[in-house]
């Protein structure tokens, strides 16, 4: 069973503060994605990955960057969280050749203030 | 631009009616769509995908390439399929989703 972890389910930072958002998945795939959720919105892509030290810009990268060190890691940072960041962040990860079969994690609620 | 359209935010039945969520797309090429699925306090999951034409829990969706639809149908809605759902298509490498439709399915 794909087991998809997100560090936090909820978090509350300051405005202006450095924020990690932590993604561990542990059936060795390849790709992983960083999701925000908002009403309405539906699912936006931030940033994804297809290998170790490869990124992608989503459809919103704007504030945000990405660290994946290891193929099982993959970190959300807002370099300066700002109020329009509060939302519902998901994680997925999927395999290469399943691109798109994603398996999300529980999500992590961050609230900027 | 590849494009998803959830036209209805919020869709309300009572148990036992049909169901009908609608989804259509916008794509170039030959498109691969799917249904994700996310209940009360769960995980987002994949509910079914059209090149595999199976029905998941009782929902069926036919690609329509002519309407350039992927309606989620039901023929008896259940209290536990209350859910958001949401439409997608395969892009590239990436999928990209629709706004979701919230289905509230009352006794």
């Known amino acids: 069973d794909v087991k998809v972890t997100q560090s936090s389910r909820y978090l509350v930072k300051r405005t202006g503060e450095k924020v990690f958002l932590e993604c561990v998945q542990d059936?060795?795939?390849?790709?992983m994605f960083w999701y925000r959720q908002d009403p309405g919105l539906g699912l936006r892509l931030i940033y994804f990955?297809?290998?170790?030290?490869?990124?992608e810009k989503g459809d919103i990268p704007e504030g945000y960057s990405v660290s994946r060190e290891k193929k099982e890691r993959f970190s959300l940072i807002l370099e300066s969280a700002s109020t329009n960041q509060t939302s519902m962040y998901l994680c997925?990860?999927?395999?290469?050749?399943?691109?798109?079969?994603?398996?999300f994690g529980p999500g992590t609620r961050l609230t900027v203030t | 631009a590849q494009r998803v359209t959830q036209p209805e935010k919020l869709l309300s039945v009572f148990k036992g009616a049909p169901v009908e969520l609608k989804c259509n797309y916008s794509?170039?090429?030959?498109?691969?769509l799917f249904w994700y699925v996310q209940y009360s306090r769960q995980r987002l999951q994949l509910l079914l995908r059209?090149?595999s034409r199976e029905s998941i829990k009782g929902f069926t969706a036919d690609l329509n390439k002519g309407e350039t639809s992927f309606h989620l149908k039901k023929p008896f809605a259940q209290e536990e399929d209350s859910a958001m759902y949401y439409c997608?298509?395969?892009?590239?490498?990436?999928?990209?989703f629709g706004k979701g439709t919230m289905l509230l399915v009352s006794p």
């Open positions: 997925a990860s999927s395999t290469q050749q399943g691109a798109y079969e994603q398996y």
């Open positions: 059936m060795d795939h390849e790709n």
């Open positions: 990955s297809y290998d170790v030290k490869m990124k």
């Open positions: 794509y170039s090429g030959s498109p691969e």
């Open positions: 059209h090149i």
């Open positions: 997608a298509l395969k892009g590239y490498s990436t999928l990209t």
